[in-house]
């Protein structure tokens, strides 16, 4: 959600909107009104494997081949990838790919075996010549894909809290429980996948500065999901905020090292985009990602000439347009933060719109950013085709909603809220819940 224009008002009266990032003033003035007392790490910033990852992750089925990003020398390697869960290792054969000039890493491909159970499992990666590499959570191995299935949305997380610097604490992990709910819920409701339409975290350029590593934190709460999720980003991952000391850039920069991909900075020959755009196939489902921020006001207005003042660029209309005509028959949704149009729209749900969801050629768009947007606000969820935003997780709203799939067509529900009284799951088990049973229903 767009809170950050009201934001420097405050600011002004502090004394600190001006000089922008790095001044030693600014950021010994941000320095006096924060509580620094809890300290964290890294998360698992990309090495070796680009693709897949805990929020792109692989779908594959026994038989299928899994394609992997390596980023290593070109030098020849053989290499070598295992699917891991807890103690079990489960190897992979290896089906093909090189080292790929025009990107500049390696295309891989790894059989998965007949007989894996299903289940998201970590992937590992190695070659003779030492460079190795694992993913967690990064590959579901499903049965076989279904024609009848749910996955669900959620959308502004803003982990680890939503307070702002430098008015806030690093102790402060408010926005981690409303976030543990929904997983609480989606655990048990135990969807194909799940569609974080982004603002997964508060403010992108705190890792390093202030030792908060709000996107390393984030990353980590992903593995509690027990199913897969797709992570698209918002305004509040890579936006960046002009009047805090990191350099403008820095949070879209963080982004790339947990998320991806570095190579975004300077694009290679055989992959030109400046965005993290992307699409995946489940059976006859396309889901087309869209990159979406905001980079004009008091956002970082990093390299406008690049990534305008705001999303979508050309580049990314271009490369939308590939790709719905790329799916053929396959049904179609794009999922995406909010439609800034290019920096005009910073939250209204009456446009003006960049998207025309209804001659676009899809079956639906799902995004987030008003984090109280009221249920049909531009589309009942029953029209086709929908163009639909849910309410946030974060501030107590803990709110999913649930899509059912039936031979490619897709219906949405209603949002839910996780936790509370009028809306809330509980369970009933067939048997006793305590590792005797071979199978448990509910």
């Not at 093909?96 to 159970?117: D, H, K």
């Not at 690093?170 to 609480?184: E, K, L, N, P």
Request: charged residues 15%; proline residues 7%.
């Amino acid at each position: 959600m767009n809170c950050r224009h009201l934001r420097p008002l405050l600011l002004c009266a502090l004394g600190i909107l001006s000089p922008r990032a790095g001044s030693a003033a600014q950021a010994e003035n941000f320095a006096a009104l924060l509580d620094t007392t809890c300290h964290y790490g890294y998360g698992d910033t990309l090495t070796v494997i680009w693709k897949p990852l805990a929020t792109l992750p692989g779908l594959v089925r026994p038989g299928d081949t899994l394609t992997v990003w390596a980023y290593a020398p070109s030098t020849p390697v053989n290499w070598s990838a295992s699917l891991r869960f807890g103690a079990l290792n489960v190897p992979m054969v290896a089906a093909g790919g090189s080292f790929q000039a025009s990107l500049g890493w390696w295309v891989l491909g790894f059989r998965v075996p007949q007989g894996v159970a299903e289940e998201v499992y970590d992937l590992a990666l190695g070659s003779d010549t030492g460079v190795r590499d694992t993913t967690r959570h990064s590959v579901k191995v499903l049965p076989a894909f279904r024609s009848d299935y749910y996955f669900a949305q959620i959308s502004d997380t803003h982990l680890p809290e939503h307070s702002f610097s430098p008015n806030f604490s690093t102790c402060d992990t408010s926005g981690m429980a409303d976030f543990d709910a929904v997983i609480d819920d989606l655990n048990l409701i135990h969807p194909e996948f799940i569609l974080h339409t982004g603002d997964l975290v508060n403010e992108g350029e705190l890792e390093e500065y202030y030792r908060d590593y709000e996107m390393g934190r984030a990353q980590g709460m992903v593995s509690r999901l027990r199913d897969p999720m797709f992570l698209s980003s918002g305004n509040h991952d890579i936006g960046g905020w002009q009047p805090t000391p990191p350099p403008a850039g820095t949070a879209r920069k963080n982004w790339w090292r947990y998320f991806g991909w570095p190579f975004l900075a300077s694009p290679p020959a055989g992959a030109p985009y400046h965005s993290q755009d992307y699409s995946f196939d489940y059976d006859s489902l396309r889901v087309i990602a869209l990159e979406a921020y905001l980079n004009n006001g008091s956002y970082d207005n990093y390299q406008t000439g690049t990534y305008g003042g705001g999303s979508f660029t050309s580049e990314q209309i271009s490369w939308l347009t590939q790709e719905i005509a790329a799916a053929g028959p396959r049904h179609k949704l794009v999922m995406y933060h909010f439609d800034f149009d290019q920096g005009a729209n910073t939250g209204s749900t009456t446009g003006p719109w960049q998207l025309n969801i209804a001659t676009l050629g899809v079956d639906g768009a799902i995004w987030g950013h008003d984090h109280s947007v009221p249920e049909n606000t531009v589309t009942p969820y029953t029209a086709r085709p929908f163009n639909l935003g849910c309410q946030s997780v974060i501030d107590g709203k803990r709110t999913f909603r649930i899509f059912r799939v039936h031979n490619g067509h897709v219906s949405p529900g209603p949002m839910h809220h996780a936790g509370t009284t009028t809306d809330s799951l509980s369970a009933t088990w067939s048997g006793p819940n305590d590792g005797s049973q071979v199978r448990l229903g509910v």
